[in-house]
């Protein structure tokens, strides 16, 4: 996996050029972080999603943003303001995307061991669902 990481992940991937450039350093490290977190827990088909990278990106963003915004009321209330703060609805916004392109995967997934097809994943979504458990569980990511 790690030779992996270091061929699909170079600098010019994540800035663009090789030139010497001015860059926004936050905007940098989190693409860089979204893309490479991604890669481990995810694969590369989805750490080259945009959709995936961008929504992991805001959610990052919005999420805190929607934390602070809730820390400004008081915990009893927490639980029925969130439903009205719009910080807290894009976040759950975020959540149902990013739902949405890993079931996708999922599904890709799984109609290809439907057909026979043996492929090998080096992520953690090979690694959980591959590994037997006592339950026999099927992975789905579900809306709450």
């Known amino acids: 996996m790690i030779q ?6 170079g600098a010019a991937d994540t800035v663009g050029t090789a ?3 001015t860059v926004a350093l936050r905007d940098m490290a989190l693409r860089l972080v979204s893309r490479v977190s991604s890669r481990v827990f995810l694969g590369e088909e989805v750490c080259r999603n945009p959709d995936w990278l961008r ?3 805001e959610y990052t963003v919005d999420g805190y943003r929607a934390a602070e915004e809730l820390r400004l009321w008081p915990a009893p209330l927490r639980y029925l303001v969130h439903r009205f703060l719009p910080s807290c609805s894009l976040a ?3 959540v149902r995307e990013a739902r949405r392109i890993i ?3 999922l599904e890709k997934r799984r109609a290809q061991e439907r057909l026979g097809e043996k492929v ?3 992520d953690a979504i090979e690694w959980y669902v591959s ?4 339950l026999n569980l099927y ?3 579900q809306d709450r």
């Open 139 to 141: 992975v789905t990511i």
């Open 120 to 122: 090998q994943y080096e």
């Open 55 to 57: 929504v992991t990106r």
């Open 92 to 94: 759950r916004s975020h």
């Open 103 to 105: 079931n996708g995967v």
């Open 131 to 134: 590994k037997p458990t006592y």
């Open 4 to 9: 992996g990481l270091s061929r699909r992940l």
């Open 19 to 21: 030139a010497w450039h």
